[in-house]
Every structure is written in C-alpha cells, then in structure tokens.
C-alpha cells in the first residue's frame, strides 16, 4: 500500500460488515485484526493472545494476525491503549478494527487510537473499521475517513446522522447492499485492490 488509507463500515447486524472486512484483507499483507467482540468470523487467521507476541510479530515483512485478548474489562478502550500505541510505530500497516465503538464513543475516544487517525499518515497505518451504529462513533473517525459507507439502518436516531438524501434509502437498503455516506469510494480503491464491491448510491 503506497498511501495510508483510512475506511469506515457502517450497519446493522447481518449485514456484511465483516464478510466486506474479510474479503479486503485477503488481498493485504501486512495487517492484523482488532477483534474484542471474538467473532467466528476470524477464526481462521493465526491468533495472538498477547502484547509481546503481537510486537514480535510486527517487525516480521509480512504478517496476517488476529489479536484477541481473552480480557474482558468495561473499559477496552484503556486495556487496548498499549496496542495503539505500539501501531503508531509501525509503518505502512493495514490495521482492522471490527467494532470500533468497543474504543470510542461520541463524546470518548482513546487517546491512542484518536493519534493514529489524526496524525498515523506519519508512519502509513491504513485503518479499516466498522461500526454497527453510526451513533456510537467518534466524529475523529468519520471526519479522517477518505470513505464510510453504511448497510441498512433503520433507527431513527441513527439515521439522523445521515445527510436527508440518504435515510430513505438507508432504511430500505436489502442484505448486502450499501451505500456511501461520507467521502468517496474512488478513494479507497487501492485498499478493495481485486475485491469486487460496489455501492448502490
Ligand atoms: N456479500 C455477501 N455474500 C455472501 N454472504 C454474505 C455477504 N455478506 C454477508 N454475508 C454473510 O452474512 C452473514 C452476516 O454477515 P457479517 O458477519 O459480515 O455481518 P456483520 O455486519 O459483520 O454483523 P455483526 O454486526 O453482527 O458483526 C455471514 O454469515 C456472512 O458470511
Ligand atoms: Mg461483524
């Protein structure tokens, strides 16, 4: 990846945040997966349990890794502030973060991961996170995304976030089917790579 990239996966359960996720990081070679909510999902990426693992494997050329910690605390925004701030040294990274708002808040985001989205261009940490509600994210990750896109939403509230133009469609959006709601899809092309995606609006 010459650029760093950073893109946002907005939707309801089921939708396809993850099988989308999934697809795009097969296509990379330098990425690791932040995935405190254990999906399934990664089950068949090599996984890794601890800082001092996770920091050897990222001096490594290539590396393709899920980090889980089997920790569960109610602030995963600070057990996670070391892991950060370890990414802000690594250069040119492909990191995920599935579910994002496990780290942030709109009113909180950890200090570490608000420095790899404000200044990360620094060292080229590409970001690629999701989100099942748009309201549960920080504007730090919606304002520094080259690109968002949503699958269905349907909460009012939700919606409300959202450009007038877009709720309707939103709301009626089929499985699978998404649309961009901030930025633009040209942008993150070079992170899709092969991937065959494209939005509906
Ligand atoms: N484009 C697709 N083609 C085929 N199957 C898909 C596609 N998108 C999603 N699926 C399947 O639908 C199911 C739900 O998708 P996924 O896990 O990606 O949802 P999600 O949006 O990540 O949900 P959650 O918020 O619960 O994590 C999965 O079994 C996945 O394999
Ligand atoms: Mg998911």
């Not at 060292?123 to 080259?146: C, F, K, M, Y």
Request: hydrophobic share 40%; proline share 5%.
């Amino acid at each position: 990846m010459k650029q760093r990239i950073i893109f946002g996966i907005m939707g309801m359960t089921g939708y396809g945040k993850t099988y989308l996720t999934r697809k795009i990081i097969s296509q990379h070679k330098r990425y690791l997966v932040i995935d405190p909510k254990l999906d399934d999902h990664y089950d068949s990426l090599f996984p890794l349990y601890n800082l001092k693992d996770v920091a050897n494997a990222l001096i490594q050329k290539e590396f393709q890794f899920v980090y889980r910690s089997e920790k569960f605390t109610s602030n995963m925004a600070t057990f996670y502030e070391p892991l950060f701030r370890m990414m802000y040294l690594v250069p040119d990274v492909l990191m995920v973060v599935d579910e994002i708002p496990f780290f942030m808040s709109p009113h909180y985001i950890s200090p570490a991961l608000q420095a790899l989205f404000l200044r990360g261009s620094k060292t080229g940490v590409s970001i690629l996170w999701n989100a099942q509600r748009p309201v549960h994210v920080h504007g730090d990750a919606l304002s520094q995304s080259e690109c968002v896109i949503s699958f269905r939403q349907t909460h009012w509230n939700d919606l409300s976030r959202f450009d007038p133009q877009y709720r309707n469609r939103l709301r009626t959006l089929e499985w699978k089917k998404f649309g961009v709601i901030e930025g633009e899809w040209h942008a993150i092309l070079p992170l899709l790579g092969k991937v065959k995606a494209s939005p509906d609006f």
